[in-house]
């Protein structure tokens, strides 16, 4: 399986997101960039999850049927050609960082796959959901790690 190259201009991988993009903040999207999608690619998937929250793994935005041509997305908006699914708080699009007071960082994985098909998956995924519908149809992944703490 192929490395795609997934980066944000807002934080670096292992650092800390800004509270702007926090759930508590304006709750904005940060900013992403990729590259490395295979000629083959059917869509991108994007996928960002807190496997540190208490209740278990959070998923904070999932998005399918990324347009494989496209190379990022601009802060606040779905990437090209996607479809925001619901979050892990019940709304549809991002759902920013929101750990509990007093809780060391959590990490938020943001996981963009690279599909041969497209992804099947419920309105309301959990990430397990997602990482079985990707699991067997992937060509490339990047991931990027982003840091927040209350």
């Avoid at 779905?78 to 979050?87: A, H, I, Q, S």
Wanted: overall charge negative.
């Amino acid at each position: 399986m192929a490395d795609m190259d997934l980066k944000s201009s807002a934080f670096n991988d292992h650092s800390f997101i800004a509270r702007e993009y926090a759930y508590e903040g304006e709750n904005v999207s940060p900013p992403l960039t990729w590259s490395g999608a295979p000629d083959d690619t059917a869509e991108l998937v994007l996928l960002c999850e807190d496997p540190d929250a208490p209740s278990g793994t959070f998923v904070h935005w999932i998005v399918v049927g990324i347009d494989p041509h496209s190379d990022g997305v601009e802060p606040g908006r779905c990437p090209p050609g996607g479809t925001e699914l619901v979050n892990g708080y019940g709304e549809r699009g991002w759902g920013g960082p929101h750990p509990p007071p007093g809780d060391e960082a959590h990490r938020y994985f943001f996981r963009l796959y690279a599909l041969a098909e497209p992804c099947v998956v419920p309105d309301a995924p959990s990430a397990d959901e997602v990482h079985g519908a990707v699991e067997k149809q992937q060509l490339a992944s990047g991931t990027l790690v982003g840091l927040y703490q209350r």
